[in-house]
């Protein structure tokens, strides 16, 4: 099958390439429906990977783990169009998600049948092909609300509203968090947050996020909160507002150096979490996985709103651009 793949070829240089691609024994073709572009495929882009990254190896890797020029795309759907002579439990025309990095942005991918996780998984029954499309980052954050530790009537703060903060916050509301708080210093993620989620939105570019923070709680802090902005300050806020004993969940994959205040992690007796089910061992991933999706599927959590903006493949350069310069980009999505 002749598909046109994207490539980063160097750094803020990203292409289209031909290639013929054919599933292996244990492999699927899949049509792409959709594919979206992750926080770390902007990561690539600017140059900040694929340097010095600590990665498993897989047959077909993650674009972090390679030297450019490198092909991307792990998050994305379709339909299987072939199925592999070794392949059992999926048929031609099944609607399926990858969790891998199977170069789905892409016409066509392959991705390989695992026993556990990191491959692909069928979309649930009910669950749009516009929604599968974005199965393994709604996974992900509704998995890290799921994990986060908050308890009925809880104040949480999430800080940073791109699309997995606003999964998050949707899913710590939904498991009965008693005020919501998001904190970001892009005023429409903040409405959104609002509509969606959100009790109190904060600008830090206005107001002080720990003082907003200890007036809401009467100076005790926050039981739980939720790092996704991916920066320094972003910790150090969270690590300012949590309550005694609380909770400080890690959900960003942060690249460059930080300098914190992390006394508090030991005097306060804080529980310091990461949230990344797609690095958990691999023979539970794929339960919560389907799990956090059923989610959506029943409508709890909401991600049609999230899905900002939509590029043809060919236009593969302005979708990039996009998610660099607007602000305004939750979640951008390529289509064929």
Known sequence: ??????????????????????????????????????????????????????????????????????????EGAGYIVETGAAVSGFKVGDLVMSFGGYRTMADYFVAPLEPYGHAILKAPEGLSADEASLGEPTACAVYAGMQSGVELGDTVLVVGAGFAGQVIAQTVRRMGAGKVIVSDIVPGKLELAKKLSADIVIDPNKEDVVEVVKNVTKGKGCDVVIEVAGNQAAIQTCTDSVKHGGIVGLYSWVLQPVNLIIDRWHNDGLDIRTLAVMHRIKHDSVWYQLKALDNVRNGMIDIKSLMTHTFKLGD??????CVVNDVTACKVMLEP
């Open 1 to 74: 099958m002749k598909t046109r793949q994207v490539f980063f070829e160097d750094k803020l240089h990203v292409n289209l390439r031909e290639a013929d691609i054919f599933p292996k024994p244990n492999e699927v073709l899949v049509k792409t429906h959709k594919s979206s572009i992750c926080g770390t495929d902007k990561n690539v882009y600017l140059g900040w990977l694929p340097n010095k990254v600590r990665v498993e190896e897989y047959e077909v890797t993650t674009e972090a783990g390679r030297a450019y020029p490198c092909p991307v795309g792990h």
């Open 316 to 321: 593969i350069k302005a979708a990039f651009d």
